[in-house]
């Protein structure tokens, strides 16, 4: 990104909280938070009248076979689907299939971008390192909300 906003000075890009955006209230025709954390009282404020906000979103059981090689009890995902408070829910979707890695650097691509990766100990994260293949679940929500 940095690169391309060298090259492309219409591009610009600002590092910031999600707590604490850098952005004008009422800004903004759409913000997206794709399996990131975010705060609700932030969208509100730099979201334009009906501007919309879409939230990708882990579901119960993202990743599960992943998980079941970490954790000796393998854990569904806790997952809020109430809608917050001064928008309407426009649309849901939940998108879920099986993926299939089959080499040992894809796994620890995958598990490395997950939270799990900085929750593990080195010896539960020696059982990714060993492993030549791995099938897991994919599954997650998508939401669009219309700010009220």
Known sequence: LIGGSRRNKSISLAVASTFDLPIADGYCDCVMSVFAPYS???IKRVLKSDGKFIRAYPLEKHLMGLKSVIYDKPYL????????DGFELMCRDEIGDVIS???NSDIEALFEMTPYYYKTGSKDQSKVRSLSSLKTEIQ????VYRKL
């Open 101 to 103: 890695l089959d080499n």
């Open 40 to 42: 609700i009282d932030e």
């Open 77 to 84: 995902n806790d997952v809020d689907r109430s809608v917050p």
């Open 140 to 143: 997650f929500g998508l939401d």
